[in-house]
């Protein structure tokens, strides 16, 4: 159902300068106004003061917008377009055509705030991969069904479930964190999430993981789902301690959407002061590591790695220099930066699957500048770019291995 638009307040704040539209990816493809961050401002404040109907086509521009972020790192006026971007699409409700819309909405309210249905659906993804059904789908299905298959994350071959609800540092205890297992990290990527913890162990971290934690809420924040978000966020600010060093998330949309918690809860009596602390605890595990200090020198290697800058943790978190560090970190190890690192690789969520053309056009922009560096790894700290670039590398040919930046380090016995 749309509802009104209501007036946001941070649109004012934008003095139309223009700086934002050649760092925005979908203005950069189209050159049209209402594709950039600018435009979009506009249609919002026309909508919220009555002079522009709340149609389908003013939906449609906001969403082929990818909440990458990129025009708040150019504005010099601090316009939050994310922020802006997340109460507007609240009012059209989730994106699509009437079907698509229809499954989002179900995906986003019974799918992603309970972990035991989301590991049902990851399950009948893996007997669908592992059976062969998806290589028959991919040859009998017609061309334009075959991508959404192709796009499917590989389902780890276990799910992540932790040992103990606190893992001891190993060696001497240096800190106490507490570590969001994530419903993408744990579902997909479970040896990542070992990987992870293993460094943060070898480093001296006691790590808290509590049990009734749920998803960030990231993909139904973005996605006009709101009020969802908001339960999901209350559910974590009750299940996480606060009397540790920091809550840490190795998914950088978990971390940039957990860190605005104190925001996302702000009208809410009950929650706010402990949403806030919430939010101040939150780190990338690799913006903690960094602050911490290796304690273990990495054994050396002798790959070449490109590193794919998230845009939640660029251009959301303002980590961009710390994974970095890390990397070179590893002796031997030779970091080859990529044209464009901070650009979006049409990942964004499920844009991908939404919005098929733009992001294969982002995709192919950005296997190219892979390509370009030769290098074997490309580490992209996030599990919807990862997704995103191991499929584009199969469809583009580029050979190489995608990467978390806890892979490394776990593999260099950092
Ligand atoms: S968030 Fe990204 S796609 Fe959206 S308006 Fe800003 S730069 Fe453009
Ligand atoms: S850079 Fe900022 S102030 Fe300038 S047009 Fe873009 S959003 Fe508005």
Redesign the pocket.
């Known amino acids: 159902m749309i509802r009104t638009m209501p007036v946001i307040p941070e649109v004012e704040v934008c003095i139309h300068c223009g700086l934002?539209l050649n760092?925005?990816?979908?203005?950069r493809l189209t050159h049209l106004e209402a594709?950039?961050?600018r435009g979009?401002l506009y249609l919002i404040e026309a909508a919220s003061h009555g002079r522009l109907e709340m149609s389908r086509g003013v939906a449609d521009h906001l969403y082929?917008?990818?909440?990458?972020?990129?025009?708040?790192t150019?504005c010099p006026s601090g316009v939050q377009?994310?922020r802006v971007?997340e109460v507007a699409r609240d009012a059209f409700g989730p994106p699509g055509r009437p079907l698509q819309r229809t499954v989002v909405r179900f995906a986003l309210r019974h799918l992603m705030p309970h972990p035991g249905r989301l590991r049902v659906l990851a399950g009948m993804i893996r007997f669908f991969q592992r059976s062969g059904l998806a290589v028959l789908a991919m040859r009998l299905l017609p061309r334009r069904l075959r991508r959404p298959v192709a796009l499917l994350p590989e389902a780890s071959a276990r799910f992540y479930a932790p040992q103990a609800d606190v893992l001891p540092a190993i060696g001497e205890r240096h800190t106490r964190v507490a570590f969001l297992s994530g419903c993408a990290m744990s579902l997909f990527f479970a040896e990542i999430n070992e990987a992870t913890l293993r460094v943060l162990r070898r480093n001296g971290c006691e790590v808290v993981i509590p049990r009734n934690q749920a998803c960030c809420g990231a993909l139904n924040i973005h996605n006009g789902e709101v009020a969802s978000a908001r339960a999901m966020a209350r559910r974590n600010v009750d299940a996480f301690p606060t009397d540790v060093d920091a809550i840490l998330t190795n998914a950088a949309g978990c971390g940039a959407a957990m860190k605005e918690y104190g925001h996302l809860l702000k009208d809410d009596q009950d929650y706010r002061e402990r949403a806030e602390r919430f939010s101040l605890l939150v780190r990338d595990t690799g913006e903690f590591l960094a602050a911490l200090g290796l304690r273990n020198s990495p054994n050396a290697t002798d790959q070449v790695v490109t590193y794919q800058d998230p845009?939640h943790l660029a251009?959301g978190q303002g980590v961009r220099a710390q994974p970095r560090a890390l990397l070179t970190a590893i002796p031997g190890l030779t970091l080859r930066e990529m044209a464009a690192s901070d650009r979006?690789c049409g990942s964004a969520g499920i844009y991908n699957f939404l919005q098929p053309e733009t992001s294969e056009a982002l995709l192919a922009e950005k296997m190219e500048a892979i390509r370009a560096t030769g290098a074997s790894v490309v580490v992209a700290p996030n599990p919807g770019c990862m997704m995103q670039l191991r499929y584009g590398a199969r469809r583009f040919g580029v050979p190489v291995r995608i990467a978390h930046l806890m892979d490394l380090l776990d593999e260099a016995g950092a």
């Open positions: 934002c760092q925005c990816p979908t203005y594709a950039s961050p979009r082929l917008c990818l909440a990458c972020r990129a025009c708040e150019a377009y994310g971007a845009c251009h979006c």
